[in-house]
């Protein structure tokens, strides 16, 4: 089976740097990726790893370790809007798991 | 907008009450997924269509049937559900089938509430 662990929730302060963390087990791994859910909203596709390394996606940049069975996302510049659900989804065995999500909350 | 959309966004039901949930996606995509989604919980995989073709039903109850009638609508009929049945419901779809790691467009969901 596939185990995905985020931690829950995150408070930051507009302007800040956020990093959230994602760490996985499974077999066969091809691929992770991070969705943004805004509350009442559809996830939104936010990057995709699947080689080591850094993807930078203008203020928003996600990270893999295939070896740790870790990847980050980290936010630059926190804006109001970036306050939301992050999701960490990871595909292994040809199937996609996700995490529990974790609730970034950014204040004035 | 995802190009995803489903109908209603809100439904409240009755334990013996039969209703079905919508789905159309406008992006030509080949494959279609349900999700639930409750409250502290990872998104629950429920059924995938490629090529409107039934390719896995992930131990779903019977109360909940899906139906997919071409490869840009699909509907989840309810019936005699429970209160724990109550979550987020979203569809998605993706360009290729099921079996290839692409990205999933969502739509945004139908909140239920079995009473």
Redo the contacts between chains.
């Keep these: 089976g596939q185990n995905i662990d985020q931690p829950t929730e995150m408070t930051a302060t507009e302007g800040a740097i956020v990093q959230i963390n994602c760490t996985y087990q499974t077999s066969g791994f091809n691929g992770l990726f991070w969705y943004q859910q805004h509350a009442g909203e559809a996830p939104t596709f936010l990057s995709y790893n699947v080689l080591d390394g850094l993807e930078e996606k203008g203020r928003f940049s996600s990270f893999l370790s295939r070896s740790k069975g870790y990847s980050y996302l980290l936010l630059k510049e926190l804006q109001m809007k970036d306050s939301a659900s992050y999701l960490c989804a990871v595909y292994g065995n040809n199937r996609l798991a996700f995490g529990k999500g974790n609730q970034v909350v950014v204040i004035p | 907008e995802?190009g995803?959309t489903q109908t209603p966004r809100h439904l409240v039901m009755g334990m013996t009450n039969k209703k079905s949930l919508k789905c159309e996606q406008h992006l030509g995509h080949n494959a279609m997924y349900w999700y639930k989604q409750s409250a502290?919980?990872?998104?629950e995989?429920m059924f995938v269509y490629n090529f409107k073709e039934q390719t896995e039903n992930n131990s779903v109850p019977s109360r909940f049937s899906p139906e997919c009638p071409n490869s840009s609508h699909l509907f989840l009929h309810l019936h005699t559900l429970q209160p724990e049945d109550s979550a987020l419901y979203?569809c998605a779809s993706s360009q290729g089938t099921a079996?290839t790691?692409e990205?999933?467009?969502?739509?945004?969901?139908t909140?239920l509430s079995v009473l």
Aim: aromatic share 12%; hydrophobic share 40%; net charge positive.
């Design positions: 995802t995803v502290k919980k990872p998104l995989l979203l079996s790691n990205k999933l467009f969502f739509g945004s969901g909140q």
